[in-house]
């Protein structure tokens, strides 16, 4: 649960900033990172303070992308000497759920190993704490499903620099953005299964449904046959909803909308609203 002070007094009334997740068409890392850049982030501060990581080789590449004629910002984390990742969409691939077609330049990485990253960086100590219990989450939850330990959870993708991005990322945007309170909608997942490096699995995958059950997230599945909710996204939205639940009544200052990068019969889409309600 984020914990945030930036409510303010107007006249006699105590107004709260409330971040609310529209999870309409799932969650995913990538969409939850352009949603937010999509608020009004400044790109020049948010670059800023991603230099602080200092990782080599990591750049961001934003676009405005339409989903159903609906803009939408993309964000694609470009390694050095790659192109930009058109499939760094999270889902399909699980390693030990997914990866994006990097292999030869990922390395594997373990809770630990991503916790020294984060802690050697000159990031705020806010956005060092709310990185490393999304990744924590997600560590829990991996090993839960493969049944080992946390020490033993190898991160193909999340350890690779483009997924990091997308954790890190979020907790930078949440940052500066500074609400006071975040609530979610319930999510939304597909149906059906998809194809990883260890076989069919179902979807929700079991990483997924793992987050949710050790947050208590209410989901439930529409007639979509692809996966809508992937481990990282379930994990940011566990980690940073406080409720889920319709949206409240509240004065809305401004939208914005994350893009997937699958082409499918609803918008892959994300939709945050950021506004101020009474308290």
Do not use: W
């Not at 077609?101 to 594997?108: R, V």
């Not at 990485?109 to 709310?130: H, Q």
């Amino acid at each position: 649960m984020l914990q945030t002070t930036s409510t303010k007094q107007s006249g006699e009334e105590l107004h709260m900033k409330l971040l609310y997740f529209d999870c309409c068409s799932g969650i995913s890392g990538d969409m939850t990172l352009g949603a937010l850049i999509d608020l009004g982030i400044d790109h020049k501060r948010f670059l800023e303070e991603m230099d602080k990581l200092n990782l080599e080789g990591l750049k961001f590449e934003f676009s405005t992308v339409y989903k159903n004629g609906i803009g939408c910002t993309d964000v694609n984390v470009i390694l050095e000497d790659e192109e930009p990742s058109h499939e760094h969409s999270h889902e399909h691939n699980h390693e030990p759920h997914h990866e994006h077609g990097h292999e030869k330049h990922h390395e594997h990485r373990n809770l630990f190993d991503i916790e020294k990253i984060i802690d050697s960086s000159s990031l705020s100590e806010r956005v060092k704490s709310l990185s490393k219990a999304m990744f924590n989450r997600l560590a829990r939850a991996e090993a839960k499903v493969h049944r080992t330990t946390i020490e033993n959870i190898h991160f193909h993708e999340v350890g690779a620099l483009d997924s990091i991005a997308d954790i890190i990322g979020t907790a930078v945007c949440i940052d500066i953005l500074n609400p006071d309170r975040i609530m979610s909608s319930p999510l939304h997942d597909g149906t059906g299964f998809i194809t990883c490096r260890h076989g069919i699995i179902p979807v929700p995958v079991p990483a997924t449904m793992e987050i949710m059950t050790q947050a208590s997230i209410p989901f439930h599945t529409i007639e979509v046959e692809n996966e809508l909710i992937t481990p990282t996204g379930a994990t940011i939205i566990a980690t940073l909803a406080e409720a889920f639940g319709n949206i409240p009544a509240m004065s809305v200052i401004q939208v914005g909308y994350g893009s997937g990068k699958r082409e499918m019969e609803i918008p892959g889409i994300l939709r945050v609203v950021l506004g101020e309600c009474n308290i």
